[in-house]
């Protein structure tokens, strides 16, 4: 009998004991349900902070990306749109005499521009006492500030004397709004109304992307040849970068004082080429053209 005691409370504790794997097996499916709602919500969090990130990153780049990617390139805060030098009222001089039969031939004739210039640039042709150079500036960040523009003098030699160009037209350049004199020993643009002033000492010239500014100037050069090009300061995001601008063919500016003697002297043919004269009608041709502008 006791041991049928002993095999019935067995059995009983057996019995007792059964269902606990039920709630062993009800857990791992309660923690799945909290992992999907977990899993859910993480989805979406992940969204909204992407859609964030979006946001802020398209407001940035539209504000700010462009200039980050012209910095990162290269890219300078300002493009120079065109340059130009306007010989057309004003005498030259060379700074050797055209000797070369082939040169001289395209010197005196009636030929293209372009070759025209080809043979001045290799005889170093440099406006006599003034040039007048025109310049077109474009702003290429969202936001920027021109705080100087100086003229710097590349190189400095005697006048020129291998020949003089005589222009015949008593014509006026247009009214200049900056000039400077490389005579002086530190160079700057100023107005009329207040030559000892630097321009941008009182006034700087503010662009936007796009924006363009176009200057006039005067650059003035009597007791010497002179090469020179023309720096600009620029003030872009508290960075300050300086940008070289040269002439039209990539080559220094050039301007020359008048020499004492010259060793040829030309004026405009009526063919529309160069003409040989001598010094005493360029004498009177130069008296001429300054007497009709009142000088």
């Not at 709602?37 to 992407?50: D, E, F, K, M, R």
């Not at 395209?106 to 025109?134: C, F, I, N, P």
């Not at 010239?205 to 300061?233: N, P």
Request: hydrophobic residues 40%; positive net charge.
């Amino acid at each position: 009998m006791a041991k049928a005691r002993q095999n019935r409370r067995a059995k009983s504790g057996r019995a007792n004991a059964a269902p606990a794997p039920r709630a062993e097996e009800a857990e791992p499916a309660e923690s799945g349900r909290w992992k999907a709602v977990w899993t859910w919500l993480a989805g979406i969090l992940s969204a909204v902070i992407i859609a964030v990130i979006g946001v802020v990153f398209t407001a940035w780049f539209n504000a700010r990306g462009p200039d980050a990617v012209d910095r990162i390139s290269g890219e300078p805060p300002i493009k120079v749109g065109h340059v130009a030098v306007d010989h057309s009222t004003q005498d030259a001089a060379l700074r050797e005499p055209v000797t070369d039969p082939g040169e001289r031939a395209v010197l005196l004739s009636s030929a293209s521009g372009s070759r025209h210039d080809a043979v001045m640039a290799r005889h170093y042709w440099a406006s006599l006492e003034k040039t007048d150079v025109t310049v077109v500036l474009i702003g290429n960040r969202s936001s920027l500030r021109i705080v100087d523009i100086k003229p710097r003098v590349l190189d400095r030699k005697p006048s020129s004397d291998g020949a003089l160009l005589v222009y015949t037209s008593a014509g006026e350049a247009d009214t200049i709004e900056l000039s400077a004199d490389l005579d002086e020993p530190v160079p700057h643009f100023a107005t009329a109304k207040d030559p000892d002033t630097s321009y941008f000492r009182k006034k700087q010239i503010d662009l936007k992307r796009g924006e363009r500014v176009t200057l006039s100037m005067s650059v003035k050069g009597t007791a010497a040849y002179y090469e020179f090009d023309l720096l600009v300061t620029v003030l872009a995001e508290d960075r300050t970068e300086q940008i070289t601008i040269k002439g039209p063919d990539k080559n220094p500016f050039r301007v020359t004082g008048a020499a004492d003697a010259y060793r040829t002297c030309y004026t405009v043919s009526p063919l529309r080429g160069w003409q040989p004269i001598s010094r005493g009608q360029a004498c009177v041709i130069e008296r001429k053209i300054q007497k009709s502008k009142g000088y």
